[in-house]
């Protein structure tokens, strides 16, 4: 039986899911993505922008390497990420959305 390289085994599928100019500005709800499951934030801010160019400036930096300081992203709806490394599932969400609050 032949094994797979360690590099595909390590991909996994996760779904983007996009709020506020995020949203309005790719006119998409959720953004699929195959990923490394152990990675960075500048690692999915790049794989999120090959896959919606149009978040590039809105939430995802210009040049493709992290995310814009007014955004936050949280997985699953259960954990704000604090840091730059990630660790991620098969089929996690990983919610972007605006940290700025207006009232």
């Given amino acids: 039986m032949a094994l797979a390289p360690k590099d ?5 599928n ?3 899911e996009l ?3 995020a949203r309005i500005a790719s006119g998409k709800r959720s953004v ?3 990923v490394e499951a152990t990675g960075n934030v500048s ?3 790049n794989a999120l922008v090959q896959e919606c160019p149009e978040l590039a400036g809105v939430a ?3 040049d493709g ?3 814009l300081a007014s955004y936050t992203l949280n997985i699953n709806g259960s954990r704000f990420l604090s840091g730059e490394r990630l660790d ?3 089929g996690d969400s990983v919610l972007l959305f605006s940290s700025q609050a207006g009232g």
């Fill in 60 to 62: 995802v930096q210009e």
């Fill in 19 to 21: 709020f506020g100019m």
């Fill in 43 to 45: 690692w999915l801010a």
């Fill in 65 to 67: 390497d992290g995310f």
């Fill in 88 to 90: 991620l599932e098969q």
């Fill in 32 to 34: 699929e993505l195959i």
């Fill in 8 to 12: 595909v085994l390590s991909r996994i």
């Fill in 14 to 16: 996760i779904v983007v």
